[in-house]
C-alpha cells in the first residue's frame, strides 16, 4: 500500500488525494491514514510551512497555507524508494 | 499483499486451571479511544496511579470485578503504534514482551478504524491473545459509518465488541470476552498482516539470522519485522544479541533493503483496508455526491481556470461595491472631522506640533481607519471561500493548467503557494532537488500576488480608478497571473527541462458556510492587521510628513522631494514623478505604507483621496504605478525568508533586483502602452 502510494505520486498521475484514494482503490480514510504514514517516515513532505517568518506580516492569519491547500511531495528518500 | 492467516504460526494459548483465578488484563489503543473512561468503569476506587519503572509516564492499574471473576487492569499508554519512537510505545510493548498480560483489550475508534487498526496489526505479532473493543459506535453511526462487528470478527479472527463506553455499554462484555479468550473457551485464531511478497525472502533470511539468537519469550519473528522496519532499540539490541558475524550480515542486508519498511508497514495497511472494507459501510454522503460534481467544473483545467478568475472577479466587485461607500463616508465625516477637531484644539500650539500631530499622525492613523471596511470585506469574502472548501481548489486549478498547456509544474506547487504569502513559498522550494532550479524558483517566488499585496490593490485601484475599479483590479491580477505563466514556461524549458513535482493535495469537502465562522475570520483578520499595521503606517507617516514638510514652506521644496526629483529620470518613464516614487520606495517597510504615504504628500486638504488623485494623476501613470507597486521590491519576511533558503547574500540581492527590474521594465512597458492608447491626459 505504502510503496503503491509512492509510486502513485511519483508518477504524477494524480494530483489530489482523492484522486489518489480512486488510483490505488482505496478509502480516502485510508488514504489519509497512509500520507500520514508516509509523512512520519519521511517519504512524503508537507509543503508550505512557514514556521515563525510570517509572524510579523499584518497579513499573517488570512494566509495560512495550510488552510488554502495541504499539500504533500515526495521528498529525497521518498523519490528514492518509488524508484526502487 | 499477503496477509494470510496464520502466517507468523499460531500463538499459543496456555491452557487456563479449572478455577477462575484473577487476570491480568493490558488496556491498549490509540489517543483519545475513551480508554480512560474504560479504565475507570472498570476499576472505579481501585484506581492506583503511579509512574512507569524508571520512567515519567503515568502507570495506572486497578481491580475489577466482573460476573464473580476478578482482573487486575493495566492502562498502557495510548500508542499509535509499537515501534521505538516515543517513550510511550517503547512502554507499551515492554509491559507486554516483559510482564506478560493474560489478555490485551485494544480500543479502537468505530469513525477511525483505519487509523486505529495499525496497532492491532502490531499487537497481533506479540504473543498475547487481543480482544478488539471498538468504541463511540454512536458516534460512528451519527456520521454515517456502521460497522459489522460479526464480520469484523470473522475477518480478524479474534473477539470483537462493540461499545459506548460512556454510556457504560460493552464495557462488561469486552472484559467477558477477554476471560473467555484467556481461558481458552473462545477462538483467538488471528489473521495477522505479513510482510510483501517484494522482500518476503529478505525477511526470511533475517529471521534466520536472528532466530537462534533472540532471548528467550521474544518472537523471533517480531524481532526480525521490527529490524526491517528500521526499530531502533531492537537494531540496537540485536547488535548484543548476534555474534558479530551474524549481525555483519543482518546489517548489510538492512543496508541493501532500506525500502523494506514499505512492505512491512505497507502490507499492514493492506490489511487494514481489507478488514475495513469487510466490515465498515460509509455511506456515500450527499455532500460528497456535491463535491464530486462541482469539482468536475471546479477543477477541470478550463473551466476551473475561468471560475477561477470569476471568482478573482467577484471577490474585487464585492470589496469594492460594499466597502467603497462606507469607506467614503467613513473619510468624509469621521477621519476630515477628527483633523478639524484636532487642528481646532492645537490652534495655539507650534506649527510644527499641530502639523506632525494633525497632518502626520492623524493622516496616517485615518488611513488605517478607512482601511477598516475594505479589510472587512476582503476578509469576509476569503472567509467564504475557506470555509465553503474553495480556496484549496485554487493552487490545485493553475497546476491542472499548467499542465494543460504543456508545463509539468515542477516550481508550481510553491509559486502558488505564494497566494497566501512569500514566505511558504519561498520555503517550499527546497523540494527541488536542482540547486540552480532551486535558486531560480526562489528568485521567481515573489512575483506571485501575495494576500498583503492584493489588499494594497483593492484599497488602491478605487483610489485611482473609481469607476472601473473591479475590472482594473482584476485586470491586474490576470496580467500577473499572465507573467506568472510565462515565468514558468521559462522555468520549464529552461531550468527544469520539464521535470516533475510529484506531489498531492488534499481538498476538503464543499459544505455551507458557517456566517459566525466567517464573521471570526473576518473580525480577527481585521484586527490582526489594524493592531501589525497600525503602529508602523503611523511612524512612517510622521517621518513622512516631515520629510514632506521641511526645511521650505511648499513640499516642492521638501527634503523628500529633493530627494525624489533625483529619480525622477527613472520616474519619467513610467510616468511616476517624485510623490509616486517615495510612496513607492515607503513601501518598502510595509506595502500598506504606499497608501499612508500617498495621503500625506498629496495633502487633501479637505477632500477625499482619490478625488486629489484623480485630478493630479494620469491613467496612464496610475496604472504604471499599480504595476510598479505589485511587482516592487517584497516586503522584509520574504528577502529574510530568500536570504535564509539560498544562504546568500548575492542571491537574495539578486531576487531584490530582479524584483525592481521588472518592475522598472513592466511599469515603462504599461505606461509608454497606455500613453499610446490616449490614456496619458490628465484625470483618472
Known amino acids: ?84 | 499483499m499477503n496477509a494470510n492467516p496464520q502466517t507468523l504460526g499460531p500463538l499459543p494459548v496456555p491452557p487456563r486451571p479449572a478455577e477462575a483465578r484473577r487476570l491480568v488484563v493490558g488496556l491498549a489503543g490509540q489517543p483519545n479511544v475513551g480508554k480512560s473512561t474504560v479504565f475507570s468503569i472498570l476499576t472505579g476506587l481501585s484506581a492506583e496511579v503511579g509512574n512507569w519503572p524508571g520512567r515519567t509516564v503515568e502507570r495506572r492499574e486497578g481491580s475489577a470485578r466482573i460476573n464473580g471473576r476478578e482482573f487486575h487492569v493495566i492502562d498502557l499508554p495510548g500508542t499509535y503504534s509499537l515501534t521505538s519512537n516515543s517513550e510511550e510505545e517503547r512502554i507499551a510493548r515492554e509491559f507486554i514482551l516483559n510482564e506478560r498480560p493474560d489478555v490485551i483489550v485494544m480500543l479502537a475508534d468505530a469513525a477511525a478504524l483505519e487509523r486505529n487498526l495499525y496497532l492491532l496489526a502490531e499487537l497481533l505479532l506479540l504473543p498475547i491473545p487481543v480482544v478488539l473493543g471498538v468504541n463511540m459506535v454512536d458516534v460512528a453511526r451519527r456520521e454515517g459509518v456502521e460497522f459489522d462487528a460479526h464480520v469484523l470478527e470473522a475477518a480478524l479472527g479474534l473477539p470483537v465488541v462493540p461499545m459506548v463506553a460512556s454510556r457504560n455499554e460493552g464495557v462488561a462484555e469486552v472484559l467477558a470476552a477477554a476471560a473467555a479468550i484467556a481461558d481458552g473457551e473462545r477462538p483467538f485464531a488471528p489473521d495477522r498482516p505479513e510482510i510483501a511478497s517484494a522482500h518476503r525472502e529478505v525477511y526470511e533470511l533475517v529471521h534466520a539470522l536472528v532466530a537462534p539468537f533472540v532471548p528467550a519469550g521474544l518472537p523471533a519473528d517480531w524481532a526480525a519485522l521490527k529490524l526491517l522496519e528500521g526499530d531502533r532499540e531492537v537494531t540496537e539490541k540485536s547488535r548484543q544479541w548476534l555474534p558479530p558475524d551474524a549481525w555483519a550480515s543482518v546489517h548489510e542486508l538492512l543496508r541493501e533493503h532500506e525500502d523494506a519498511v514499505l512492505d512491512v508497514a505497507g502490507a499492514r495497511y493492506e490489511w487494514i483496508g481489507r478488514m475495513v472494507r469487510a466490515a465498515v459501510r460509509r455511506p456515500r454522503l450527499g455532500q460528497i455526491s456535491f463535491t464530486d460534481r462541482f469539482d468536475r467544473v471546479a477543477t477541470h483545467p478550463g473551466w476551473g481556470l475561468a471560475l477561477l478568475l470569476a471568482v478573482f472577479g467577484m471577490v474585487f466587485w464585492l470589496t469594492f461595491s460594499v466597502a467603497g461607500p462606507v469607506q467614503g463616508w467613513l473619510e468624509e465625516t469621521v477621519v476630515a472631522r477628527a483633523s478639524a477637531g484636532l487642528a481646532g484644539a492645537l490652534a495655539g500650539a507650534p506649527a510644527w506640533l499641530s502639523g506632525i500631530l494633525v497632518d502626520g499622525m492623524l493622516a496616517g492613523a485615518g488611513i488605517v481607519v478607512t482601511f477598516v471596511p475594505i479589510l472587512f470585506v476582503f476578509f469576509l469574502a476569503l472567509g467564504f471561500l475557506e470555509d465553503t472548501g474553495y480556496q484549496s481548489r485554487m493552487a490545485y486549478v493553475m497546476d491542472r493548467f499548467m499542465h494543460r498547456i504543456g508545463l509539468h509544474g515542477k516550481s508550481f506547487l510553491p509559486l502558488f503557494l505564494g497566494f497566501g504569502c512569500n514566505v511558504p513559498a519561498v520555503m517550499g522550494s527546497r523540494v527541488i532537488e536542482s540547486r540552480p532550479a532551486r535558486l531560480l524558483t526562489i528568485m521567481l517566488t515573489p512575483f506571485v500576488p501575495c494576500s498583503a499585496r492584493l489588499l494594497v490593490l483593492a484599497f488602491l485601484v478605487p483610489l485611482f480608478f473609481p469607476a472601473f475599479p473591479a475590472l482594473v483590479a482584476w485586470g491586474l491580477v490576470v496580467a500577473n497571473l499572465v507573467v506568472l505563466v510565462l515565468i514558468g514556461l521559462l522555468l520549464d524549458r529552461f531550468a527544469f527541462r520539464r521535470e516533475r513535482l510529484a506531489f498531492i493535495m488534499e481538498m476538503p469537502l464543499y459544505h455551507v458556510p458557517n456566517p459566525r465562522t466567517i464573521l471570526i475570520f473576518a473580525a480577527t483578520n481585521v484586527w490582526t492587521f489594524m493592531k501589525r499595521a497600525a503602529t508602523i503606517i503611523v511612524v512612517v507617516s510622521m517621518i513622512i510628513w516631515l520629510l514632506v514638510s521641511y526645511p521650505g514652506e511648499h513640499v516642492n521644496d521638501s527634503y523628500l522631494a529633493g530627494f525624489g526629483r533625483m529619480l525622477e529620470p527613472v520616474g519619467a518613464l513610467m510616468g511616476l514623478d517624485w510623490r509616486l516614487i517615495v510612496a513607492t520606495l515607503s513601501a518598502f517597510v510595509a506595502k500598506e505604507n504606499a497608501i499612508a504615504a500617498l495621503g500625506i504628500i498629496f495633502g487633501t486638504e479637505g477632500e477625499a483621496l482619490g478625488t486629489t488623485l484623480a485630478a493630479a494623476i494620469t491613467p496612464a501613470a496610475a496604472l504604471a504605478f499599480l504595476v510598479v507597486n505589485m511587482l516592487f521590491v517584497p516586503c522584509v519576511a520574504t528577502v529574510a525568508a530568500v536570504r535564509q533558503e539560498t544562504r546568500s547574500w548575492g542571491w537574495t540581492a539578486a531576487s531584490t533586483g530582479l524584483m525592481l527590474a521588472s518592475a522598472l521594465l513592466f511599469g515603462t512597458l504599461v505606461y509608454q502602452g497606455a500613453v499610446l492608447l490616449g490614456l496619458g491626459g490628465a484625470g483618472a
Open chain 1, 1 to 84: 500500500m505504502l510503496r503503491k502510494v509512492l509510486a502513485t505520486v511519483a508518477e504524477g498521475r494524480v494530483g489530489s488525494t482523492a484522486e489518489l484514494a480512486a488510483a490505488i482503490d482505496a478509502s480516502p480514510a485510508m488514504v489519509e491514514v497512509v500520507v500520514a504514514e508516509l509523512e512520519r517516515r519521511g517519504l512524503l513532505q508537507r509543503a508550505g510551512e512557514c514556521g515563525t517568518a510570517c509572524g510579523g506580516c499584518p497579513s499573517e492569519p488570512a494566509c495560512d497555507p495550510r488552510a488554502q491547500a495541504s499539500a504533500w511531495m515526495l521528498t529525497s528518500a521518498g523519490r528514492r524508494y518509488a524508484g526502487n
